[in-house]
């Protein structure tokens, strides 16, 4: 049984910094991604980073540089935001999917496993 808990949104002036945690369980099978997600109002949902098991990582080109995506030992996923813009406000989900191959990491619909979002607001 495959659960994820998002933690950490809040809000942050422009140019900050803030990290989000993704709790993970019941998903260790050694294959797959897991990735962030983010939706604003009015907008469709959109991959922001991907992390494949082996280590191979994605980001979407407006957060590059800023973004990092990573997951401790304690299966925890991580996604550090610094130099944070207006634009970056949303809710952010995190995602999981064993069947996930990297053309398809930022399909939301190719992830099975979804936690409940935690918002983000950079004002």
């Known amino acids: 049984h495959v659960q994820l808990v998002e933690s950490g949104g809040g809000s942050v002036q422009p140019g900050g910094s803030l990290t989000l945690s993704c709790e993970l369980s019941?998903?260790?099978?050694?294959?797959?991604?897991v990735a962030w997600f983010r939706q604003s109002e009015g907008q469709e949902r959109e991959g922001v980073a991907a992390?494949?098991?082996?280590?191979?990582t994605r980001y979407k080109d407006s957060v590059r540089g800023r973004f990092t995506i990573s997951k401790d030992y304690g299966k925890t996923l991580f996604l550090q935001m610094t130099d944070v813009r207006p634009e970056d406000t949303a809710k952010y989900y995190c995602?999981?999917?064993?069947?996930?191959?990297?053309?398809?990491?930022?399909?939301?619909?190719?992830?099975?496993?979804w936690g409940q979002g935690t918002q983000v607001t950079v004002s």
């Open positions: 992390l494949a098991s082996e280590g191979t």
């Open positions: 019941g998903f260790a099978d050694g294959s797959g991604y």
């Open positions: 995602a999981a999917g064993r069947q996930v191959t990297y053309s398809r990491s930022f399909t939301w619909y190719a992830y099975t496993h």
